[in-house]
């Protein structure tokens, strides 16, 4: 016998159930079958008290299920009739009612009326068991067993749909309502305990979310009045918290895990401790409360309650809330395992890259970063914009392979160690050597590639050094765009392999335009193909705005990621653009002082020229004192001429250099020291110094705010 076939073919002598409403689309899984237009119910005929049969023919039923004992080789056997039986005949002016269908495979024949409740309700559309009528247009009860696996199984797949709590509380919300039961509220712990960690305090739930079947007004006949909710699924303030009474009703009920109907003495001191002694529950078993048990402990707790016009709970509907429960309370400790994760991956990744971008002198800037998915925001692509002297700024953009955890975490490891080189000042083409050393040491696997670029707002030059990088590309002022050839070299890793720098022309307006090969390359295209589609997107941009204007540095980054299409989010993306505006000539003074004892004089006296031919003789006193003050510093110990320049920009800037490579301290002067006050009086007049050790010696500076 094949008892699949019984199970697809069931008769109706089973108890009805609470299920899911035909015209509710999320019960759809759980509807009984209606009869067809074509083929009527067919009506019950009278019957006798003493077992006599009617003049109706017997309906055939399988062998295995009604099945006299002694009854063999799948011969169906005929049932008798009896007044108010659930197993009735069709009547005899029925045509062709007699009539059994044709036998399927396997020797089991199809029941007339397959999968129908035949004679679950009576003249007046009461319900035959339960004497109710159901709810016009309202779910259905769920008549056999199978209804309730099939329930279980689509219900399990909803909520496991959901990859963070709200999605899975709301899966858990919309599977039961109005299916299994009327409303249902969910309340957690607060806060929810991630992993093996041992939560602290007291046991506190709050309520996450409630659902309903909506209704035009507040039933006073016994119903919980559920507050209509909004898509936040908080009910009312009142009813919010509630905390778990050690050794109480409620925490009894949630130790025990298990399911149980609202009627049982356990479950009637613990609801008015969760919901408050003013709110009421319906009579009888309409109630289920179910605590949500996670991995390691009670996370939560699930009410699901129904109508007086709808029948109530069976012990059944007990292990369906059961399942429910147990798949949400896991799915909840994965989304919380998940969110924990997720908000590493992004603190770790916001470390990682600049939270804010500098402001040197003769240079704006503007970035983007792009993760390679939402649900893989962390990755190996960085970017950097570094101040150096003399009023340059290095400007770095790198990728490590692929884009994981551990990519992100030797990104960040070769970042600063590309700022520790910048801060010592080695031109690009050692800074790359050095990078290569230190991914070596992390591992031989360990490879990135790296483009280095120092950009010199006074000589508008640019040296740019590559490691295997895409070439960055350079948008004139005109609206030209052009790829910058600048040697490939190998990426950093390989270990053993020179790097070449390039000196090029920055002009004032031009945009440099620095990238990851995320933006460039997809499985759709190659990289020079995407580096020329670049370039025209840039060319296209630039004429919107006229050959005088270059275009804005946010919306120009803005335009650029419009070109990725659907299927080019391959990678994770960083984007630098660096607009050059330059220091003009005639905003620069620069000399040369020998180091002697009328060092200092000379150089207050060609400050004080400077100032007057820029009309800025109010700063005339403290740019001399200053001056004066670090330039004798500087004398005092070098042995090559002394350098002074000053910068006027939107401040004014001092910069005083020589070959002496110890950065000078700041300290307190004891009251008989002759010396040891001119770096006191720099900290105190000056509005920024500092002082940057270079390859060649130092060079201390300092800012005054203009007018």
Same mark, same amino acid.
């Given at each position: 016998m094949d008892s699949t076939r019984v199970t697809e073919h069931p008769t109706s002598h089973e108890r009805p159930q609470a299920g899911a409403g035909p015209a509710d689309p999320r019960g759809a899984l759980l509807r009984t079958p209606e009869p067809l237009p074509s083929a009527p119910a067919p009506a019950l005929p009278a019957q006798t008290r003493t077992g006599g049969v009617s003049a109706a023919p017997s309906v055939p039923l399988p062998c295995a299920q009604h099945g006299a004992p002694g009854n063999q080789g799948g011969t169906p056997t005929p049932l008798p009739a009896a007044d108010g039986a659930e197993h009735s005949q069709p009547a005899a002016d029925e045509p062709d009612a007699h009539r059994p269908r044709p036998v399927p495979e396997g020797g089991i024949p199809v029941q007339p009326g397959a999968g129908q409740d035949r004679a679950s309700h009576l003249p007046g559309g009461k319900d035959r068991r339960s004497g109710q009528t159901p709810p016009p247009h309202g779910p259905m009860p769920m008549r056999r067993d199978g209804d309730r696996l099939r329930f279980v199984g689509a219900a399990t797949r909803r909520i496991a749909r959901g990859i963070d709590l709200d999605e899975?509380?709301? &899966?858990? $919300?919309?599977?039961?309502?109005?299916?299994?039961?009327?409303?249902?509220?969910?309340?957690?712990?607060?806060?929810?305990?991630? &992993?093996?960690?041992?939560?602290?305090?007291?046991?506190?739930?709050?309520?996450?979310?409630?659902?309903?079947?909506?209704?035009?007004? *507040?039933?006073?006949? &016994?119903?919980?009045?559920?507050?209509?909710?909004?898509?936040?699924?908080?009910?009312?303030?009142?009813?919010?918290? $509630?905390?778990?009474?050690? &050794?109480?009703?409620?925490?009894?009920?949630?130790?025990?895990?298990?399911?149980?109907?609202?009627?049982?003495?356990?479950?009637?001191?613990?609801?008015?401790?969760?919901?408050?002694?003013?709110?009421?529950?319906?009579?009888?078993?309409?109630?289920?409360?179910?605590?949500?048990?996670?991995?390691?402990?009670?996370?939560?707790?699930?009410?699901?309650?129904?109508?007086?016009?709808?029948?109530?709970?069976?012990?059944? *509907?007990?292990?369906?809330?059961?399942?429910?429960?147990?798949?949400?309370?896991?799915g909840i400790d994965k989304a919380v395992l998940y969110g924990r994760e997720a908000y590493i991956a992004d603190e770790l990744q916001r470390t990682m890259l600049p939270e804010t971008l500098p402001n040197p002198t003769g240079v704006r800037l503007a970035s983007r970063y792009l993760p390679a998915a939402e649900t893989a925001r962390v990755g190996g692509d960085w970017y950097d914009a570094i101040p150096l002297p003399g009023s340059r700024v290095a400007l770095v953009v790198g990728d490590v392979m692929g884009h994981s955890m551990t990519s992100a975490a030797i990104m960040g490891q070769l970042r600063t160690t590309a700022q520790t080189l910048a801060g010592l000042d080695l031109p690009p083409q050692e800074v790359l050597h050095h990078l290569d050393e230190q991914a070596q040491r992390l591992g031989t696997d360990r490879m990135a590639t790296c483009l280095y670029a120092v950009y010199d707002p006074v000589a508008h030059r640019i040296t740019i050094a590559n490691a295997g990088h895409p070439p960055p590309v350079l948008l004139h002022l005109g609206g030209r765009a052009e790829v910058l050839r600048v040697p490939a070299g190998a990426p950093i890793g390989v270990g053993g392999v020179d790097f070449e720098a390039v000196e090029l022309d920055a002009p004032a307006g031009a945009t440099l335009l620095l990238y990851t090969d995320g933006l460039v390359e997809s499985r759709l295209r190659d990289v020079w193909t995407g580096i020329e589609q670049l370039r025209e997107k840039l060319a296209a941009t630039a004429q919107l705005t006229g050959a005088d204007h270059p275009p804005p540095l946010e919306a120009l980054c803005d335009e650029v990621l419009d070109m990725l299409g659907p299927g080019d989010r391959d990678d994770d993306i960083a984007l630098l653009a660096a607009r050059f505006d330059g220091i003009a000539p005639s905003d620069v003074a620069y000399w040369f002082l020998e180091p002697e004892d009328a060092a200092p004089g000379r150089a207050r006296r060609l400050a004080r020229r400077a100032l007057a031919r820029w009309g800025m003789e109010e700063l005339t006193d403290s740019v001399e004192l200053l001056v004066s003050e670090v330039v004798t510093n500087a004398v005092r110990y070098a042995s090559r001429p002394v350098t002074l320049r000053l910068l006027r920009t939107d401040v004014l800037r001092c910069e005083v250099g020589d070959d002496v490579p110890q950065l000078p301290r700041l300290r307190q002067a004891r009251a008989t020291d002759e010396g040891g006050r001119g770096l006191y009086l720099v900290n105190r007049l000056a509005r920024r110094w500092g002082a940057t050790r270079l390859s060649t010696g130092k060079v201390v500076w300092f800012e005054l705010n203009r007018g």
């Amino acid at each position: 016998m094949d008892s699949t076939r019984v199970t697809e073919h069931p008769t109706s002598h089973e108890r009805p159930q609470a299920g899911a409403g035909p015209a509710d689309p999320r019960g759809a899984l759980l509807r009984t079958p209606e009869p067809l237009p074509s083929a009527p119910a067919p009506a019950l005929p009278a019957q006798t008290r003493t077992g006599g049969v009617s003049a109706a023919p017997s309906v055939p039923l399988p062998c295995a299920q009604h099945g006299a004992p002694g009854n063999q080789g799948g011969t169906p056997t005929p049932l008798p009739a009896a007044d108010g039986a659930e197993h009735s005949q069709p009547a005899a002016d029925e045509p062709d009612a007699h009539r059994p269908r044709p036998v399927p495979e396997g020797g089991i024949p199809v029941q007339p009326g397959a999968g129908q409740d035949r004679a679950s309700h009576l003249p007046g559309g009461k319900d035959r068991r339960s004497g109710q009528t159901p709810p016009p247009h309202g779910p259905m009860p769920m008549r056999r067993d199978g209804d309730r696996l099939r329930f279980v199984g689509a219900a399990t797949r909803r909520i496991a749909r959901g990859i963070d709590l709200d999605e899975i509380v709301m &899966g858990l $919300c919309r599977a039961t309502v109005p299916t299994f039961s009327d409303t249902i509220l969910v309340y957690l712990r607060d806060p929810l305990p991630v &992993g093996d960690e041992r939560p602290t305090g007291p046991l506190v739930l709050r309520l996450r979310r409630t659902d309903r079947i909506p209704q035009e007004r *507040d039933l006073d006949d &016994g119903i919980l009045p559920v507050p209509a909710v909004e898509n936040s699924g908080v009910a009312d303030r009142s009813n919010e918290l $509630c905390e778990v009474l050690p &050794g109480g009703a409620l925490a009894e009920v949630l130790r025990g895990v298990r399911p149980v109907f609202a009627d049982a003495p356990a479950a009637r001191a613990a609801l008015p401790e969760l919901l408050g002694d003013d709110l009421a529950i319906p009579p009888g078993q309409r109630a289920i409360l179910a605590p949500l048990r996670g991995r390691r402990r009670v996370i939560g707790a699930a009410l699901f309650l129904r109508r007086p016009e709808r029948p109530a709970f069976e012990a059944d *509907d007990l292990l369906v809330a059961a399942q429910l429960a147990t798949h949400s309370a896991l799915g909840i400790d994965k989304a919380v395992l998940y969110g924990r994760e997720a908000y590493i991956a992004d603190e770790l990744q916001r470390t990682m890259l600049p939270e804010t971008l500098p402001n040197p002198t003769g240079v704006r800037l503007a970035s983007r970063y792009l993760p390679a998915a939402e649900t893989a925001r962390v990755g190996g692509d960085w970017y950097d914009a570094i101040p150096l002297p003399g009023s340059r700024v290095a400007l770095v953009v790198g990728d490590v392979m692929g884009h994981s955890m551990t990519s992100a975490a030797i990104m960040g490891q070769l970042r600063t160690t590309a700022q520790t080189l910048a801060g010592l000042d080695l031109p690009p083409q050692e800074v790359l050597h050095h990078l290569d050393e230190q991914a070596q040491r992390l591992g031989t696997d360990r490879m990135a590639t790296c483009l280095y670029a120092v950009y010199d707002p006074v000589a508008h030059r640019i040296t740019i050094a590559n490691a295997g990088h895409p070439p960055p590309v350079l948008l004139h002022l005109g609206g030209r765009a052009e790829v910058l050839r600048v040697p490939a070299g190998a990426p950093i890793g390989v270990g053993g392999v020179d790097f070449e720098a390039v000196e090029l022309d920055a002009p004032a307006g031009a945009t440099l335009l620095l990238y990851t090969d995320g933006l460039v390359e997809s499985r759709l295209r190659d990289v020079w193909t995407g580096i020329e589609q670049l370039r025209e997107k840039l060319a296209a941009t630039a004429q919107l705005t006229g050959a005088d204007h270059p275009p804005p540095l946010e919306a120009l980054c803005d335009e650029v990621l419009d070109m990725l299409g659907p299927g080019d989010r391959d990678d994770d993306i960083a984007l630098l653009a660096a607009r050059f505006d330059g220091i003009a000539p005639s905003d620069v003074a620069y000399w040369f002082l020998e180091p002697e004892d009328a060092a200092p004089g000379r150089a207050r006296r060609l400050a004080r020229r400077a100032l007057a031919r820029w009309g800025m003789e109010e700063l005339t006193d403290s740019v001399e004192l200053l001056v004066s003050e670090v330039v004798t510093n500087a004398v005092r110990y070098a042995s090559r001429p002394v350098t002074l320049r000053l910068l006027r920009t939107d401040v004014l800037r001092c910069e005083v250099g020589d070959d002496v490579p110890q950065l000078p301290r700041l300290r307190q002067a004891r009251a008989t020291d002759e010396g040891g006050r001119g770096l006191y009086l720099v900290n105190r007049l000056a509005r920024r110094w500092g002082a940057t050790r270079l390859s060649t010696g130092k060079v201390v500076w300092f800012e005054l705010n203009r007018g």
